[in-house]
C-alpha cells in the first residue's frame, strides 16, 4: 500500500518536533543571561518586559499566523499521522491513517513559538529569583544565629563546669560541648578580641569555674569595667564567699601592695613604678640601693611602711629625721647620713618620687592605708579568696598603669610565699592587660606557673601592647606568646594581628586540585582534565578570623580555640554563663 509519507522523511520530521525542545531552551538560557547583564534598578521590569514579548509572539503566531488551534491541533495532527504511517511500514500492517502531508511553512512557526515559550519562560524565572540589588555590600556567611545553634547554646548555658575543666562553648559544626582541662591552664591562656567581639564573655567562663571550684581567683580589670566586677562578686556570693573588690569607688576594699614582704621584695615592688630609660642597669642599681636603704631605715624605725607612708618619707631630708630616733648608735647613724646625703639632687630618684606622688596624692589614697577591709594576696591566696582590681584607665591612664605594675609584682611575691605553705593552684585573670604590660611583668606571670598560677592574659590586639610599651612592644608579645600554650582568638579587624594569629597553629599539608573548564553559551563545562598539587593551608584562613561572628551584635560570639598542646585549632561558639 502506498503511504503519503515515507518512513524516512517521518523519522526525520520526529526528530524535528523532539527537538523542539532545544530551541526553547536554548532561548530561554540566551534571555536569561541576557538579563543578568541589565542594571540592578531595571532589572524586575526588563524581566516583566521579557514575559510580555514571549506572550505576545505566541499570541500572534497562534492568531495571527496560523489559526488558534496551531500548536494543540495542527501539530497532533501530524505526529499522529506521522506514527501511524511508521506502524504501516514497520508492522506491516493495512492501516488508514487520514492523509494529512506536513506544511513545510509551519518550520517556521514552530522556531517562533519555541522563541515566544523561551522568552516568557526566562522571564519568569528571573522574576522567581528575585535577583538582590548590586551594591558594594558583599556578605560572608551569616550573622544571627541559627535555631539549631540557639537551642544548643540555651542548654549549654544551663550546663555545670566538670570537675576537672570549664566549658568554652560548643564546637561550631557538630554542636558538641568544648571542655579545657583545668591542668592545662598552668600552661597560661591568651585572649584576644576587638571591642564587642565577646571577650568578656568568654572570660566569665573559667572565673564562674574558679569560684565554683573553690580556687583562689584574681582578676585584673584594666578597663576598669564596674559590672564585670559585680557579676564575680556575685558568683563568689552564690557560693558563700566575699569577693574583694578594690576599685576608684567610696565602696571599694583597701588595698596595700607593701603589706606583706622584707626589704628586698619591697624594693623590686617600688622599682617597678619607674621607666628606667635606656640606661636601666645603671639607674636599676642606683634606685634599687636608695629604696633598700630607705626600707632598712623603716625596719630599725619600727616603721611598717605602706606607699602613703613611704611617698610622704622618700626624699632623703625626711629620711634623715627618721634616722635621728633611730635606736642605734652615732657611728650606724652617721653611715647613713653619708648616704643620703649623695640623693640628695638625684633625678632619677626625684623621678621615682613622682611616681609615687601619682598614687600617695590621689582622692583615693586612703585606700592604701592597711586599716578596714584591706586586701592582703597571700591571705587570700591561702584561704582560697576572691579578688577583683578594677582600674578605670579611661580617667585615670597612668594611675592604672602604676597600680597594675604593683598587683602584678605583689602577686608573684604572693604566689611564693603561699605554695610555700599550701600548693593549690590559683586562677588569676590580667584583662586589658595592654595597660600594665611590660618585659618584667610578663616575666612574672610566665614564673608564676612554678607556684600553681593559671594566668588567662587578655587583650583587644597585640598592636595595642606594642602601641603602649614603644620599640620593646615586639619583644614582649612574642614573649607573652611563648608563654602562652592555649589561644582564644575573637574577631579582629586588623591585618597584621590577623596574619600573626593565623600563624599560630602552623599551616597543615593539603592538596589543591584544578580543573579545566570549557565555557559554551554562559555555562562551564568540566573538561575532565586537571592538576594535584600538596600546598600548605592554614587550618583557619586570616579572614576568617577577620569575619567571626562579634557576640555584642551577632548574639553569638565565635571563636578559634588553639590548644598548642593538641595541636589542634576548632571554631567554637562561646558558651553565654547564667547571670
Known amino acids: 500500500m502506498k503511504t503519503d509519507l515515507p518512513l524516512w522523511q517521518g523519522c526525520l520530521l520526529l526528530a524535528v518536533i523532539a527537538g523542539i525542545f532545544l530551541p526553547v531552551t536554548l532561548a530561554g538560557l540566551v534571555a536569561y543571561k541576557l538579563l543578568q547583564l541589565v542594571p540592578a534598578e531595571r532589572y524586575r521590569p526588563a524581566a516583566g518586559g521579557t514575559v510580555a514579548a514571549g506572550i505576545l509572539l505566541l499570541l500572534c503566531l497562534n492568531f495571527s499566523l496560523a489559526g488558534p488551534g496551531f500548536t494543540s491541533t495542527q501539530l497532533y495532527r501530524f505526529v499522529a499521522h506521522s506514527w501511524e504511517q511508521m506502524k504501516q511500514e514497520i508492522l506491516?500492517?493495512?492501516?488508514?491513517?487520514?492523509?494529512?502531508?506536513?506544511?513545510?511553512?509551519?518550520?517556521?512557526?514552530?522556531?517562533?513559538?519555541?522563541?515566544?515559550?523561551?522568552?516568557?519562560?526566562?522571564?519568569?524565572?528571573?522574576?522567581?529569583?528575585?535577583?538582590?540589588?548590586?551594591?558594594?555590600?558583599?556578605?560572608?556567611?551569616?550573622?544571627?544565629?541559627?535555631?539549631?545553634?540557639?537551642?544548643?547554646?540555651?542548654?549549654?548555658?544551663?550546663?555545670?563546669?566538670?570537675?576537672?575543666?570549664?566549658?568554652?562553648?560548643?564546637?561550631?559544626?557538630?554542636?558538641?560541648?568544648?571542655?579545657?582541662?583545668?591542668?592545662?591552664?598552668?600552661?597560661?591562656?591568651?585572649?584576644l578580641g576587638g571591642p564587642g567581639s565577646g571577650k568578656t564573655t568568654t572570660l566569665k567562663n573559667p572565673l564562674e569555674f574558679a569560684v565554683e571550684r573553690g580556687f583562689a581567683t584574681i582578676l585584673l580589670d584594666g578597663k576598669g569595667d564596674f559590672e564585670f566586677a559585680q557579676w564575680l562578686r556575685r558568683k563568689a556570693e552564690?557560693?558563700?564567699?566575699?569577693?574583694?573588690?578594690?576599685?576608684?569607688?567610696?565602696?571599694?576594699?583597701?588595698?596595700?601592695?607593701?603589706?606583706?614582704?622584707?626589704?628586698?621584695?619591697?624594693?623590686?615592688?617600688?622599682?617597678?613604678?619607674?621607666?628606667w630609660g635606656t640606661e636601666a642597669k645603671y639607674w636599676e642599681t642606683t634606685g634599687g640601693r636608695y629604696?633598700?636603704?630607705?626600707?632598712?631605715?623603716?625596719?630599725?624605725?619600727?616603721?611598717?611602711?605602706?606607699?602613703?607612708?613611704?611617698?610622704?618619707?622618700?626624699?632623703?631630708?625626711?629620711?634623715?629625721?627618721?634616722?635621728?630616733?633611730?635606736?642605734?648608735?652615732?657611728?650606724?647613724?652617721?653611715?647613713?647620713?653619708?648616704?643620703?646625703?649623695?640623693?640628695e639632687k638625684d633625678e632619677k630618684i626625684e623621678g621615682l618620687a613622682a611616681r609615687l606622688a601619682t598614687l600617695a596624692e590621689s582622692e583615693i589614697a586612703h585606700l592604701f592605708r592597711r586599716e578596714g577591709d584591706c586586701i592582703d594576696l597571700t591571705k587570700a591566696i591561702l584561704n582560697r579568696e576572691v579578688v577583683v582590681f578594677s582600674l578605670d584607665s579611661l580617667s585615670y591612664p597612668d594611675f592604672a598603669r602604676l597600680l597594675g605594675k604593683l598587683i602584678v609584682v605583689d602577686l608573684k611575691g604572693a604566689l611564693a610565699r603561699?605554695?610555700?605553705?599550701?600548693?593549690?593552684?590559683?586562677?588569676?585573670?590580667?584583662?586589658?592587660?595592654?595597660?600594665?604590660?611590660?618585659?618584667?611583668?610578663?616575666?612574672?606571670?610566665?614564673?608564676?606557673?612554678?607556684?600553681?598560677?593559671?594566668?588567662?592574659?587578655?587583650?583587644?590586639?597585640?598592636?595595642?601592647?606594642?602601641?603602649?610599651?614603644?620599640?620593646?612592644?615586639?619583644?614582649?608579645?612574642?614573649?607573652i606568646i611563648d608563654n602562652c600554650k592555649l589561644f582564644v582568638i575573637h574577631q579582629t579587624n586588623a591585618p597584621e594581628t590577623a596574619q600573626v594569629l593565623a600563624d599560630l597553629p602552623g599551616t597543615i599539608p593539603a592538596a589543591e586540585i584544578t580543573r579545566q573548564v570549557k565555557h559554551f553559551a554562559g555555562l562551564s563545562i568540566p573538561t575532565g582534565t586537571g592538576t594535584v598539587k600538596e600546598v600548605d593551608r592554614y587550618p583557619f584562613h586570616p579572614n576568617t578570623i577577620k569575619w567571626l561572628r562579634a557576640g555584642q551584635y551577632c548574639g553569638v560570639a565565635e571563636v578559634i580555640f588553639v590548644d598548642k598542646l593538641e595541636l589542634s585549632a576548632q571554631k567554637v561558639l562561646v558558651r553565654m554563663p547564667p547571670e
Not at 541559627?146 to 557538630?174: C, F, I, N, Y
Not at 630607705?294 to 634616722?323: C, E, N, W, Y
Open 291 to 343: 629604696l633598700q636603704i630607705m626600707l632598712h631605715i623603716f625596719q630599725a624605725s619600727g616603721v611598717r611602711p605602706d606607699l602613703v607612708t613611704v611617698f610622704k618619707h622618700f626624699h632623703p631630708a625626711k629620711l634623715q629625721i627618721l634616722v635621728r630616733k633611730m635606736n642605734a648608735d652615732q657611728e650606724a647613724k652617721d653611715e647613713y647620713f653619708d648616704i643620703l646625703s649623695k640623693y
Open 418 to 479: 603561699a605554695w610555700r605553705l599550701k600548693q593549690q593552684p590559683v586562677y588569676a585573670v590580667f584583662d586589658e592587660f595592654n595597660v600594665f604590660a611590660s618585659d618584667k611583668i610578663v616575666d612574672a606571670i610566665g614564673k608564676g606557673r612554678g607556684f600553681g598560677l593559671r594566668a588567662i592574659i587578655a587583650t583587644q590586639s597585640l598592636s595595642d601592647i606594642e602601641a603602649a610599651l614603644g620599640e620593646a612592644g615586639k619583644a614582649v608579645v612574642n614573649q
Open 92 to 191: 506491516q500492517k493495512p492501516v488508514k491513517p487520514e492523509p494529512r502531508p506536513f506544511d513545510w511553512r509551519y518550520t517556521g512557526l514552530v522556531t517562533g513559538s519555541s522563541l515566544g515559550w523561551g522568552l516568557t519562560a526566562a522571564g519568569l524565572f528571573s522574576l522567581a529569583k528575585r535577583r538582590e540589588k548590586r551594591s558594594s555590600r558583599v556578605t560572608f556567611g551569616r550573622s544571627a544565629p541559627t535555631e539549631r545553634e540557639k537551642k544548643a547554646l540555651r542548654r549549654v548555658s544551663q550546663m555545670q563546669h566538670p570537675a576537672d575543666g570549664w566549658l568554652l562553648g560548643l564546637e561550631a559544626e557538630s554542636l558538641k560541648p568544648v571542655i579545657i582541662a583545668g591542668k592545662k591552664m598552668n600552661m597560661h591562656m591568651l585572649i
Open 238 to 275: 552564690a557560693v558563700g564567699k566575699t569577693a574583694g573588690v578594690f576599685c576608684f569607688a567610696k565602696d571599694s576594699h583597701h588595698y596595700d601592695p607593701l603589706a606583706q614582704g622584707g626589704p628586698t621584695e619591697l624594693k623590686d615592688k617600688l622599682l617597678h613604678l619607674e621607666d
